[in-house]
């Protein structure tokens, strides 16, 4: 019961989400341009984890460390950082 809530949810959510992006005629070029944000966010979490600048960081690339970074940015990566040295 549970599970076809969350199914039917999901499906409402894509249906509004696709009647936003066509009705306003957005296109997609924004697709491209968060493309680029992500393969950006991953590509500054992989520097930071291989360039051995700071040898105690190690930012795992996941969905939300890399999705952190799609958002916020540079300020992203030393939000990371930061959270990485204090908390472990």
Known sequence: MLRMIAIGVLVLSVVML???VF???LGFGWLSLFGVHLVLAALAIYVVNFSGLITQ???P???ATIGAVTVLGLP???MLIGLRIILF
Do not use: E
Request: net charge positive; no cysteine.
């Open 18 to 20: 696709s009647l936003i």
């Open 23 to 25: 009705r306003k005629k």
């Open 57 to 59: 960081v190690h930012i």
């Open 61 to 63: 690339l996941n969905p």
């Open 76 to 78: 992203g990566v030393i």
